[in-house]
């Protein structure tokens, strides 16, 4: 018992250490910027394909932007590790809540894991594209579908997918309408504080829109038997404009997901670390 009690108070005192390096934090800080840029080239890509433009309304899509650019090599270079760094903050932060008793501090652990191993595929994607090879995420989603398809109650656990992803984004709006976001930044006083919210409220919206719309799909996957309607983030999005005045609905997506990114890149600066 001793051992594993020693053990945990080891990996929080890393934790702690890890959380209380400047270097790390002023990475992870970039890593909000990089969130931001890329959420601002998913939302113009988005824009673009509701007024009947091209271009692909995911990370892929983005990373693939970022690459095209000058220096596009040492760009992704910097995406990578802005979010590994970001990823890792966050992995410490989990550890530390989890030394709580409060039961919330369970929810907070599994949220900030969740979010970690979301940093740390997008880094992956930026090194693949940073190397010079493509990630495409909707290919990846139906290849997992398939595979879970495949899989003795693979419906089953391809619809629980879909619901938790639909529950996320969800998770999203709920923190847009009570504005739940603020809790995690040091707000400025003024007109700097009214815009980061309003920034923050409509980037919270279209974001959770679009997640729950990306877990739709999965759940569609599922009833269907057929793993190529699980086409991921960009499919969700294009999907919006076979509803009534679809374009324009994913027109005001896509400004949300800019808003989104003007919001993470405050976060930057306003992000308690």
């Given at each position: 018992m001793g051992t594993g009690e020693d053990a945990s108070d080891r990996a929080r005192d890393a934790a702690r250490m890890t959380q209380g390096s400047s270097a790390l934090r002023r990475v992870a800080r970039i890593g909000f910027v990089v969130l931001g840029v890329l959420h601002i080239l998913i939302g113009a890509a988005a824009i673009s394909i509701g007024v009947g433009g091209g271009g692909k309304a995911d990370q892929g899509g983005a990373m693939e932007q970022l690459r095209h650019s000058a220096i596009g090599g040492l760009v992704l270079v910097v995406v990578a590790t802005a979010l590994a760094a970001l990823?890792?903050?966050?992995?410490?932060?989990?550890?530390?809540?989890?030394?709580?008793?409060?039961?919330?501090?369970?929810?907070?652990?599994l949220k900030n894991l969740g979010i970690a191993a979301v940093y740390l595929v997008l880094?992956?994607?930026?090194?693949?594209?940073?190397?010079?090879?493509?990630a495409d995420p909707s290919q990846s989603s139906q290849t997992l579908s398939a595979r879970i398809l495949s899989a003795p109650?693979?419906?089953?656990?391809?619809?629980?997918?879909?619901?938790?992803?639909?529950a996320v984004g969800g998770g999203f709006v709920v923190s847009a309408i009570?504005?739940?976001?603020?809790?995690?930044?040091?707000?400025p006083p003024g007109t700097r504080r009214a815009g980061i919210e309003l920034f923050g409220v409509v980037g919270y919206l279209a974001k959770g829109v679009a997640v729950a719309l990306t877990g739709v799909l999965f759940v569609i996957a599922s009833v269907t038997e057929d793993p190529h309607k699980a086409a991921?983030?960009?499919?969700?999005?294009?999907?919006?404009?076979?509803?009534?005045?679809?374009?324009?609905?994913?027109?005001?997506v896509?400004?949300?997901?800019?808003?989104?990114?003007?919001?993470?890149i405050a976060r930057a600066r306003y992000e308690r670390m």
């Open positions: 990823a890792v903050w966050r992995i410490a932060d989990a550890m530390l809540a989890s030394a709580a008793e409060d039961a919330t501090k369970w929810g907070r652990r880094a992956g994607i930026a090194v693949v594209y940073a190397a010079g090879g493509r109650g693979g419906e089953i656990l391809l619809v629980v997918i879909g619901l938790t992803v639909v009570t504005r739940s976001f603020t809790k995690e930044l040091r707000m991921g983030f960009d499919a969700a999005l294009r999907g919006i404009t076979a509803l009534p005045c679809g374009p324009a609905l994913l027109c005001a896509g400004a949300g997901l800019v808003a989104y990114g003007v919001f993470c």
